[in-house]
């Protein structure tokens, strides 16, 4: 079973959450953030080659204009392989874990896969971001030491950042199939 | 708990068998390792079982039955698969089921017993996930990093069930060494029944390097035994090996060569990786040498070396000429004092002129030493480098003196003027105590105290300026060392080996695993297929960097500044095991 549906993120940017039902067991929730914009490429991209230029004319060595081109390029190259994050993936599977992947512009996936016994909770917890207060989703993780403790907090979704309409369908499943784990494990 | 099996994908489309694996109970997991076709022998596989179980450790057994036909099983067929569950008892006991071309599966299980637990499980929920038995063989977990603030004998977590999963895979290859060739009782599919894998390479190799490490060891111990004879422990050979950076390189790639040619077999993959690593280091230093050497003896590159060498030893030496001429007059606008001035300033002078003597006496012997160093280099790079710190180290010896010099002066000064203030303010101090006590001097103490204090006083800035201009020349000869030392120790500790098997063999190195859901239908069991997470190159280097010289500087820059103003001596790059001065 599949379906999508729009929210916005704290800067009011558009996102889709994509919801996937594989089984009762399985869910997968999938964030697209929104895309790199043409204009503020092109803004970026003609204030560095008006710098380069305006250098030109002061240093008359037609070395800045390639370099400028060179710099633009492997940024633009960088930017897209190590920041822009495309969409996020939560991936829930009832007694075996919780996986999350992150798929950047340039087509590089990063997962991280956490195993059900290290998952204590997940809850939405509130963050001082700036000027603002926001909302995110995190995992809590059990501490082997500690049988009531916790030994680190994970955070989801952090690149698309989704307001609290978004975060509650998401718990509200999650907690679903949680709670469920929680009852199963309890019995031999 | 949903009920998981982990099959290998190389039996996807195998014949009709016995299930052959391991029962995880407490992550309710069944790995299964290889699947056992008909017709056998109920006795011989039982057998074959306890073998594998004994030679391997592992709890190998029976899970169950999987069938590949052409439609869906017909009843007698089934019936039939069922009663091998009385020959094989395995509580739960697994049926798989697939479709000749068809891609979804069938999966049921059954349980003899009845549950002891009153919420009974109504029908046991199946997932299949689909593993590389050949990659889960090959890799190593490597488990998240402890956080800092764990104490080291803290109760390990229990191992999870992915790590039992690898670790079950990893121990059961004596399950694997048959393959479709033998001629063997039973007939069983897994990921080498293709053929076993081999290398001739590798074979000739590992015949032929136990007796060449055997002969490298030895000549090795005896280079060894005659390094560490008495002759060079006495003093000034000691003083003088330990001082030398070169010696400690030398020190350092002795023990490498040692490591790598010892006899002891790795115990563990961290010492063949730390083995490798070293192979690798080595192997690069010395190609990087061979390059440095042959671009040094071609075009007779040495002799233009030596030909400008000592012009240039000329020219820094008139450079520090001029400067103390600068310091002799008005620096920078200052009034010095004029005969302290004239003093330090003569005395240094002499010193010049002495150097640019014994420079010019070395002047033909120049081009021998370079080229008997140029051919040092055929033992690797880092010696040369090394050997090119030290020879700085000596060419910059008449600055490291000046800095003694002033250092001293400067220091002694500073002591003088801070125990004369304590006196002008009629205190003291008490060194029993350890801390400052008021003390009543007399008319003639207090008198030559303040006299002698503003003597001091005013020779300050005199002092002060020499100290100041030798110490940032030293630094400047201390930065050029330690960019040098920094290029060694980076040769020294990157794990080559290592970053090219995540480059090129990405699997071996595991952070973790990766799911992806494969195609699905409702009503049939979930399918996943579980890939390796290689690890991130920051892990990489971080889990296998080599241990490098230690000769980091002890000092933080707190402390060195605080060195500095009160005049002591800086030793940045101090050896492990040298005295404190």
């Known amino acids: 079973m599949e379906d999508e549906r729009s929210f ?98 340039s087509g590089k996936e990063s997962t991280t896969f956490i195993e059900m016994d290290k998952v204590k909770d997940i809850v939405i917890n509130e963050a001082i971001y700036m000027q603002k207060v926001i909302y995110y989703l995190c995992i809590l993780l059990k501490d082997p030491v500690e049988p009531h403790g916790i030994s680190q907090v994970v955070p989801i979704f952090q690149s698309a950042k989704p307001r609290l309409d978004c975060l509650i369908e998401v718990y509200r499943s999650c907690q679903e199939i949680l709670a469920h784990q929680k009852a199963t494990s309890t019995s031999p | 708990m949903v009920l998981k099996a982990f099959f290998p994908t190389c039996c996807v489309s195998v014949d009709s068998g016995l299930l052959v694996g391991r029962w995880v109970p407490e992550h309710s997991s069944a790995v299964v390792l290889a699947v ?27 899970l169950g039955t999987w069938c590949h036909c052409r439609q869906e099983p017909e009843e007698s067929l089934g019936r039939f698969l069922e009663g091998l569950g009385a ?5 739960p006991w697994l049926q798989l089921c697939r479709e000749r071309g068809g891609t979804f599966w069938s999966c049921e299980v059954t349980r003899r017993q009845a549950p002891d637990a009153p919420s009974a499980p109504g029908e046991d929920q199946v997932m299949l996930i689909f593993y590389d038995q050949r990659q889960l063989l090959l890799s190593q977990l490597h488990p998240p990093t402890v956080l800092p603030d764990r104490q080291a004998g803290a109760t390990p977590a229990s191992t999870g069930g992915l790590a039992a999963v690898f670790d079950t895979v990893a121990r059961s290859e004596v399950l694997f060494r048959s393959d479709r060739f033998d001629e063997g009782p039973v007939r069983l599919s897994h990921w080498q029944s293709e053929g076993v894998e081999a290398s001739i390479l590798a074979e000739l190799a590992r015949r032929a390097s136990g007796p060449v490490c055997l002969l490298l060891a030895s000549l090795l111990s005896l280079v060894s035994a005659v390094g560490a004879c008495r002759v060079f422990k006495l003093w000034p050979l000691s003083f003088v090996g330990s001082k030398l950076s070169t010696c400690e390189q030398l020190r350092h790639r002795l023990e490498h060569l040692t490591l790598i040619f010892s006899t002891r077999k790795a115990e563990n993959s961290a010492q063949l990786m730390r083995k490798a690593n070293t192979v690798a280091s080595v192997l690069l230093d010395v190609a990087l040498g061979l390059t440095l050497l042959s671009w040094l003896h071609g075009r007779s590159r040495i002799g233009h070396l ?70 040092s280099a ?192 800086i030793y940045p790059w101090r050896q492990r095991g040298d005295k404190q001065d």
């Open chain 2, 306 to 375: 030596a030909d400008a060498l000592v012009p240039v030893a000329d020219h820094v030496a008139e450079e520090l000429q001029h400067l103390l001429q600068w310091l002799m007059g008005a620096p920078a606008g200052l009034k010095m004092n004029r005969a302290l001035d004239q003093v330090l300033g003569r005395f240094f002078l002499y010193h010049i002129h002495l150097w640019i003597s014994y420079i010019h006496l070395m002047s033909p012997f120049v081009e021998h030493i370079l080229w008997h160093v140029g051919l």
């Open chain 2, 378 to 569: 055929c033992l690797g790079l880092t010696v040369a480098l090394s050997l090119l710190s030290d020879i700085i180290a000596l060419l910059t010896f008449h600055i490291y003196c000046f800095y003694v010099y002033g250092a001293r002066l400067y220091c002694l000064k500073i002591h003088g003027l801070s125990s004369l203030w304590r006196l002008f303010r009629g205190k003291k101090w008490n060194v029993l105590r350890q801390r400052v006590d008021s003390c009543s001097y007399d008319l003639d103490q207090l008198f030559i105290g303040t006299l002698l204090f503003t003597i001091l006083l005013f020779l300050l800035p005199t002092t002060a300026l020499y100290y100041l201009v030798f110490t940032l020349l030293r630094l400047l000869v201390v930065a050029v060392q330690g960019l040098i030392h920094l290029l060694v120790d980076l040769i020294n500790s990157l794990p080559l080996y290592s970053l090219g098997l995540r480059l090129c063999r990405p699997y071996r190195l595991a952070a973790g695993v990766k799911f992806r859901v494969l195609q699905h239908e409702a009503g049939r069991p979930l399918r996943l297929l579980m890939q390796i997470n290689p690890l991130p190159y920051s892990r990489v280097m971080h889990t296998y960097r080599l241990p490098s010289c230690g000769c980091h500087p002890k000092d933080s820059w707190g402390a060195l500044c605080r060195k500095l103003f009160f005049g002591e001596l």
């Open chain 1, 8 to 105: 916005s993120d704290i800067c009011g940017g558009r996102l889709a959450l994509q919801r996937r039902y594989y089984s009762p067991s399985c869910r997968e929730f999938c964030l697209s953030c929104p895309r790199l914009s043409l204009r503020s490429l092109t803004a970026v991209t003609c204030t560095v080659w008006l710098a380069a230029y305006g250098l030109f004319t002061l240093c008359e060595n037609s070395m800045i204009l390639s370099a400028a081109i060179f710099i633009t390029l492997l940024g633009l190259l960088g930017y897209l392989h190590f920041v822009k994050i495309d969409q996020e993936t939560l991936l829930i599977i009832d007694s075996l874990g919780i996986q999350m992947t992150s798929s950047y512009a």
């Open chain 2, 36 to 62: 056992l076709h008909f017709p056998f022998i109920p006795i011989q596989v039982k057998q074959l079982l306890a073998q594998v179980r004994q030679a391997s450790q592992v709890g190998v057994a029976v």
């Open chain 2, 87 to 91: 020959v094989f008892p395995h509580e």
